[in-house]
């Protein structure tokens, strides 16, 4: 088959959504399939919707992959009837995120339009899937394709994370980009109110290293950091930055906890890295962090900026080492269930057959 696959910037950035996507081209490629990368230049919202009056799809395509977060710059171009199929590969929408109604309201409409151009979707979880139907109606085709869990190998042994979770300090690892969405300003609330407030934990025996891009909202980076010096956490929370390979797995080896308070997660791919390695996660009710979070048996769900019931949640694994061992070992056998990427690619591949032979 001869695909187009079109994003926003570069395919190498950095993110679940991104590693979904790179991935995908990869086995597709690797199958013997002619993947075409159309790349538009990131832009705001405002600048993406003026993208209608001048893109135009590509031509010599058997299909076409959008990713959803292009939806903005895509509803004029996507006019029907179209020369081949068109498939948006739907991570989550913009309008399930947190913010103010009038601008959900907004984005929904967009989104709608959008949705609704479209011959098919790949959607990364039954959330998504649900969120989507929901919005449009389910007429169109779809396949729910897990994302990539497997990019680090086999899970972390049982006796290693046993003798992990003997050590006195408890390492919390936040893995994912420093901005709002991701909810790093709940966890450091709760970390202040651990060793500060009522709960008093020893700074000593708490450890948080934070690990993503500062740059992709600076102006929230930079207010996270301050949090740290003001509230004088700066002993105990270390800003890595985005890190690749060794130094990351390194990172996850040596923690005993992931929490990634977001405000939504279209499907959360972190939590099941995270489970790789034996690590309890700590998500929201807010997305589909449900689907891979047993509350009380591989990790908690809290209420998004619960950072009360965080701290609480941190508090007893802290102090309970035979609790945070029994949830360590039941996520890292969470982990050995999921699917294997090639099942779930396979998945896509077989589906996206089944669209041209329609044409």
């Known amino acids: 088959m001869k695909i187009g696959f079109l994003i926003y910037g570069s395919l190498d950035t950095l993110s679940g959504g991104y590693l979904y996507d790179r991935k995908l081209v990869d086995y597709l490629r690797a199958q013997g399939d002619d993947v075409e990368i159309i790349s538009l230049p990131w832009r705001n919202y405002a600048a993406h919707l003026t993208d209608n009056l001048t893109f ?8 076409l992959i959008q990713d959803e977060l292009n939806h903005p710059s895509l509803i004029g171009a996507n006019r029907k009837p179209h020369p081949y199929p068109i498939v948006s590969l739907v991570h989550h ?11 959900n309201d907004f984005y929904r409409v967009v989104e709608k ?13 039954q959330t998504t899937q649900g969120v989507v139907n929901s919005l449009i109606g389910n007429s169109e ?25 003997k050590s006195e300090e408890l390492r919390i690892l936040f893995l994912g980009n ?7 300003h709940t966890l450091l609330e709760a970390v202040t109110g651990i060793v500060l407030g009522t709960l008093k934990i020893q700074k000593s025996k708490v450890r ?30 270390q800003f890595h930055g985005a890190l690749n390979s060794e130094p990351l797995i390194e990172k996850l080896r040596q923690a005993h906890i992931l929490v990634v308070p977001s405000s939504y997660e279209g499907f959360g791919i972190v939590y099941l890295e995270g489970m790789c390695f034996g690590l309890p996660a700590i998500g929201t009710t807010a997305g589909a962090a449900g689907e891979i979070i047993e509350h009380g048996k591989t990790g908690y769900l809290i209420q998004p900026n619960d950072s ?3 701290a609480t949640r941190i508090s007893e694994l802290a102090s309970n080492r035979s609790l945070l061992t029994e949830l360590s ?12 990427w090639n099942e779930t690619a396979g998945q896509i591949r077989t589906f996206l057959q089944s669209l041209t032979q329609q044409q």
Do not use: H
């Open 113 to 125: 339009k959008y949705l609704q151009s479209v011959d098919g979707f790949i959607f990364n979880s």
């Open 329 to 340: 070992l039941n996520a890292r056998r969470r982990y050995t269930q999921q699917p294997a």
């Open 141 to 165: 085709p779809g396949v729910v394709a897990y994302p990539p869990t497997d990019r680090f190998g086999d899970a972390i042994s049982k006796d290693k994370i046993i003798e992990r979770s």
């Open 208 to 237: 948080v290293d934070v690990i993503g891009s500062l740059t992709t909202d600076p102006a929230y980076a930079k207010k996270m950091q301050d949090l740290v010096t003001v509230n004088g956490l700066s002993s105990i929370v």
């Open 93 to 103: 929408l913009r309008c399930s995120e947190l913010r103010p109604k009038w601008q």
């Open 56 to 63: 135009r799809l590509p031509t010599n395509l058997d299909l």
């Open 308 to 310: 009360s019931t965080l």
């Open 178 to 184: 420093v901005i709002e969405r991701k909810g790093l």
